[in-house]
């Protein structure tokens, strides 16, 4: 069966611009009962989507281990394996 658990979506301003946008966390997600595919030995797959405009644009794409928001300076940063998104 296909599941998806409480941290598979999370809206959250990640770039520091005051709006949510959306960081959808494939280690979240069951199919069949596991994460396959959507985790293998890099990582599991991890999608951001950024607000623009009045809709939402593509920033990342890609396997990934670790993530998290934090704040630097007064602003968010959404950390990709220990790396600024885009940095």
Do not use: H, N
Request: proline fraction near 2%.
């Amino acid at each position: 069966s296909t599941g998806y658990g409480m941290r598979f979506v999370v809206l959250r301003d990640a770039d520091g611009d005051g709006r949510k946008d959306v960081v959808l966390d494939y280690s979240d997600a069951q199919c069949g009962g596991q994460a396959e595919p959507y985790c293998d030995g890099s990582g599991c797959l991890l999608k951001v989507f950024l607000a623009s405009g009045g809709g939402y644009r593509k920033a990342f794409e890609g396997r990934a281990r670790t993530w998290k928001i934090e704040d630097r300076g007064g602003r968010s940063v959404i950390l990709v394996d220990g790396r600024p998104l885009g940095g």
